[in-house]
């Protein structure tokens, strides 16, 4: 009989699979299954990720596992956002200790091998609207990430910040003029009466009027 390692290697070189996915590779019963992933499991080939969620572990791969990749199958429909969007846009200078994102699901929090997984409940008419997919160089890795107008309306929801102006930004986030001048009024109005929070609405508003657009 092939191991899950075996399987993985050959289907998935990027290094995430499923249970279900497993099961369809290997054709045993749930039991076998189980034992197998188990076995896997305390050989250190791979890592559980969540429950039916496993990562093969670092040696057998080309490239490190993509963290950022990971994030919509650890807990979705979600996309990458506040803290974590803006440092990948490098409009904040400080690092990350998890990965940030926002759904309409509730709130959540996971500790994986690759790393901390923070879900943030933010109500809105349409999760996707000012989401990208974002495509990198390497085969299979892509994730949905807030452009930077989005980022920051999740952060005042999620923060409860009463922020009306640019200045918050400048003095919390530190967040450079430079990058705010970026913003377009096609940002502004792609966001318009998408958060049902009057704080959001009149950070944007406020924003908006600093930024003269």
């Known amino acids: 009989m092939k191991t899950i390692t075996e399987e993985a290697l050959k289907r998935v070189p990027w290094g995430f699979f499923t249970r279900a996915e497993a099961g369809v590779w290997l054709e045993v019963s749930p039991a076998a ?3 197998l992933l ?3 499991a305390h ?3 791979i890592s559980r990720i969540r429950r039916g969620l496993f990562c093969l572990d670092r ?3 080309a490239t490190p596992p993509n963290p950022l990749s990971l994030a919509q199958m650890v807990y979705g429909p979600s996309y990458l ?3 974590t969007a803006l440092s990948w846009h490098r409009w904040i200078p400080e690092a990350v200790y998890a990965v940030v994102s926002t759904g309409l699901g509730r ?3 996971f500790v994986t091998p690759l790393g901390t997984y923070v879900y943030q409940r933010v109500p809105q008419q349409s999760l996707m609207s000012g989401v990208e997919r974002i495509a990198e160089n390497t085969p299979h890795v892509a994730y949905f990430m807030a452009r ?3 980022a920051l309306a999740d952060y005042v929801y999620t923060h409860d910040c009463d922020w009306r102006s640019a200045d918050p930004l400048r003095g919390s986030l530190r967040i450079e003029d430079d990058a705010l001048s970026r913003l377009t009024s096609e940002d502004f109005e792609e966001l318009e009466g998408q958060y049902r929070s009057g704080r959001v609405s009149r950070f944007l508003e406020g924003l908006r009027g600093d930024l003269k657009l």
């Open 107 to 109: 709130s959540r929090e």
């Open 81 to 83: 956002s506040s803290e």
């Open 38 to 40: 188990k076995r896997a």
């Open 59 to 61: 040696r057998f791969l």
């Open 148 to 150: 930077p107008l989005k």
């Open 43 to 45: 050989a250190g080939e």
């Open 33 to 35: 299954l189980d034992a």
